[in-house]
């Protein structure tokens, strides 16, 4: 099969490679959409380790064409997403539902293979059956979206709460999703550009703000005057993490959904001290990826607006190339294999 593989950091190559065959509590799928993420730029230039040689790709979606065990026959021929959750299944950690925390936690796309391949191995315990009318292309957006589920889960959000998102990239965009079908309101959504702020306005953003262009918190104040119930920051800038400080509202929340790629940061402490900020670290999506495949089947959220390129598995430098640039309007490119 054709799979793209980082042979090492800042080495990434197609080649023939062997179908894969699933173990005992795996399945193999035929993989029908990956989305590539930002993070697997990490993974090709070696910010974040990896097992090399390895095929990234952790977003995805496809049908089952094999499994290793007769107790998971039945999801022969299924349409499916899943976990990317390699684990235990024992532990404490396991048993009560939080993944990765076990300490035999392996991801598929980091430390196994993943999915800009022709076909996958995933652990049968995390696969979700995909609704016929959900696309393959928007369904790979489960597993950003399960991150802006639990984010937004563990900021504890409420309806009618105010909301501002900085940073439009999928994570931001997932998070504007959810917020809106959680009913909080006056959702904001800033970014340096306007580049993707027209789809941020698409989905229904109440205001969108370019900060190369005018001064955030200026801004934030004609908007949100008291300050913002719950700031989600989905950039991992230690910039835009200061401001995101200085715009909660006293007693509010402050959630870190952005990776910080090992960066040391400074803030100033008595923004949170003296206002009384929870800050939340989101790193996770809490195995969240049935309750989207769930919210996209019944047209709660729409994540067809981040697909903004489908292209074949050939294309895999192209790909890379606009995730890194990211050119007007560019939010998602997504395999077809």
């Known amino acids: 099969m054709k799979a793209v593989v980082i042979e090492k950091p800042g080495v990434v190559v197609m080649k023939e ?58 999801w022969i021929g299924k349409r499916v997403i899943g976990s990317n959750d390699v684990v235990c299944l024992k532990c404490d950690a396991c048993r009560s539902g939080n993944w990765r925390y076990c300490k035999e936690f392996e991801e598929i796309g980091f430390k196994r293979d993943g999915a800009y391949a022709e076909y996958i191995i995933v652990p049968a315990y995390g696969l979700c059956e995909l609704d016929d009318h959900v696309s393959f292309e928007e369904a790979a957006l489960c597993e950003p979206l399960g991150v802006a589920l639990g984010t937004l889960e563990k900021a504890k959000a409420k309806f009618a709460e105010t909301c501002l998102i900085v940073g439009a990239g999928s994570i931001g965009l997932c998070m504007l999703a959810v917020a809106k079908a959680m009913g909080m309101r006056r959702i904001v959504v800033c970014a340096t550009s306007k580049k993707r702020l027209g789809i941020a306005e698409q989905m229904g953003a109440y205001a969108t703000i370019a900060t190369s262009e005018c001064d955030l918190e200026e801004e934030m104040k004609k908007i949100h005057p008291g300050g913002t119930d719950v700031v989600i920051d989905a950039t991992g800038i230690e910039s835009c993490i200061q401001q995101c400080l200085r715009l909660a509202k006293k007693g509010g929340r402050v959630l870190l959904a952005g990776y910080g790629r090992g960066k040391i940061m400074n803030i100033r402490m008595d923004d949170v001290h003296i206002n009384n900020l929870q800050v939340i670290g989101a790193g996770n999506n809490w195995n969240m990826h049935k309750l989207a495949a769930t919210l996209m089947a019944d047209g709660v959220i729409d994540l067809k607006p981040l697909v903004t390129n489908v292209m074949p598995l050939d294309s895999y430098q192209e790909a890379l190339e606009m995730a890194e640039k990211r050119p007007l309007g560019f939010v998602k490119a997504v395999f077809k294999p």
Do not use: M
């Open 17 to 74: 490679v062997p179908v894969p065959v699933p173990q005992p509590g795996f399945a193999r799928v035929k993989v029908a959409a990956a989305a590539v993420c930002a993070t697997d730029l990490e993974v090709l230039t070696g910010r974040i380790p990896a097992n090399y040689p390895l095929t990234p790709g952790h977003e995805w979606s496809g049908v089952v064409e094999a499994v290793g065990s007769p107790e998971d026959e039945c």
